[in-house]
């Protein structure tokens, strides 16, 4: 059995599109939330998402893009200039595609290979980790997940902080994250990698993946937007230019 893990991907359809076509024969995937977001393409990920019928939790942004389309009457009146990627991103969807963002689960659980997962966007408070087993077991007990069987692997899959991982806690305790397909954070300044990261589980395994990927159309589409300028650097630096 073949796992395709991804997360993070902020309306970067291009290292969407990349990503899957590399990992073309997995048997499954899942999303671990912030579909959108701080990239110039919320339509055509939520798209991509959907008609591959990809499982995904609900991220952080998903949220905040969600509570600014609905609340659009606070901002309207904003200059262009002075718009941030989540204004872009909730003028750019529909109605049906923000109830699809607000209608993603907080968690997803799976079994694979004799392994049971628990899918969330976020590990510990803010950009902390998880490193103590009793945080472990209060995200696992927040879902649905099976009771924590002495026989089994319980996998934790989050996303949220764009760092690859894997953290053991014991032997058969660990959390995983795949990293963001689209962007490095900025407190991550000592690797400022464009490549999409991932992972897949093949058989159990678990496998560390980067891929550079084309970014023209990303490219060409933030050049021509109007935004803050604070804003539009994260834009440039995500697709690896000045401007």
Sequence with gaps: MKLLLI???????????AVLAAESDADAIYCAGDLVDYGPFPREVIALIRDRNIPCVRGNHDVRVVDFARNRGEWEGLPPEQHHWVHQNANALASDEISFLAGL?????????????????????????????????????????????????????????HIQAVHYLASDRLWLNPGSVSYRPTRQD???????????????????????????????????????????QVGYRIIGTDG
Excluded: C
Excluded at 7 to 17: G, Q, V, Y
Excluded at 109 to 117: A, R, V
């Design 7 to 17: 997360s993070d991907i902020h309306s970067n359809i291009e290292a969407l599109e």
């Design 105 to 161: 689960p907080e968690s997803i659980e799976f079994s694979s290979d004799g392994h049971d997962y628990h899918m969330r966007h976020h590990g510990a408070e803010g950009y902390e980790l998880i490193q103590l087993l009793p945080q472990f077991e209060a995200h696992w007990s927040g879902g649905s997940s099976p009771d924590l069987d002495p026989g089994r692997t319980a996998r934790l899959i989050v996303g949220h902080t």
């Design 190 to 232: 000592m690797d400022m990698s464009r490549d999409a990261e991932y992972m897949t589980v093949v058989d159990g395994e678990i496998r560390f993946h980067r891929l550079a990927y084309d970014r023209t159309r990303t490219r060409m589409y933030t050049n021509s937007l109007t935004l803050a300028p604070s804003e539009k």
